[in-house]
């Protein structure tokens, strides 16, 4: 029997489905993100205002939080995973439409190293932001690397790594993009729980990322500062 004080969303009106979505969206309510979705849809909203006034706005305070150390990882999987649900409906309109995405990011653990969490949850969280992420998984040499960006020519490639011994090869995937001279062509992003601000300087990243949530912060702004140096020299 259903609850008195239960909300039927198709009931509520723009805003405050609005609102409960993204209510719904840190509770990692999967099933109410999705329903939410196809609501939005039957009453004529755009796919790309769907995702980014509802879903990319309730992840972001969900990255807030995340960030504050009010949420934590498992709470942001669920939340991550309920957005996923969203984006799997959205994904193919936006594409019909011909929707901009933010960006493309090629992410991926380093050889050597078969922990995904962390890069999981940096995927995931940038996906919610409005990126396409393409996860080359664990374990990844050099050529992988390589040749995701040929394919995808993203401008961002994201490396990580935890444990210290795989770290150095951040450098080895750094250092052949410089060979080949298409380093300045990608913002790399580098993280991990053993990796620090010095670590990324020092192997030439152009940043070092936290967690997820500083992850997404420093992609939006580096892509921005990056349109921004070409329109000037434009």
Not at 98 to 103: D, I, L, S, Y
Not at 195 to 218: I, P, S
Not at 223 to 229: G, L, P, S, T
Request: aromatic share 6%.
């Amino acid at each position: 029997m259903a609850d008195e004080d239960e909300i039927v969303l198709s009931e509520l009106d723009d805003d405050e489905l609005a609102q409960q979505m993204m209510d719904d969206l840190y509770d990692g309510l999967k099933e109410e993100i999705e329903e939410g979705v196809h609501i939005y849809l039957a009453r004529g909203w755009m796919p790309y205002d769907i995702l980014t006034k509802v879903l990319v706005e309730g992840m972001r305070i969900v990255g807030i939080d995340f960030r504050d150390g009010i949420l934590f990882v498992p709470e942001v999987l669920l939340a991550a995973n309920a957005m996923k649900g969203g984006m799997f409906i959205l994904r193919p309109l936006l594409i019909e439409t011909g929707a901009e995405q933010v960006g493309k990011m090629v992410v991926g653990t380093v050889k050597g190293d078969i922990h995904d969490i962390g890069k999981n949850l940096v995927g995931m969280m940038m996906e919610g932001a409005g990126f396409e992420v393409i996860d080359l998984g664990i374990n990844n040499p050099v050529e992988n690397y390589l040749e995701a960006l040929e394919e995808h020519k993203p401008q961002i490639l994201g490396m990580s790594a935890l444990l210290t011994t795989t770290m150095p090869y951040m450098k080895v995937v750094i250092d052949t993009l410089k060979e080949k001279g298409i380093r300045d062509d990608y913002i790399v992003l580098v993280g991990g729980a053993p990796l620090n601000e010095q670590f990324a300087d020092a192997v030439g990243a152009d940043a070092y990322c936290r967690d997820a949530a500083v992850a997404v912060e420093t992609a939006k702004d580096l892509i921005a500062r990056r349109h921004n140096v070409r329109a000037g020299t434009a």
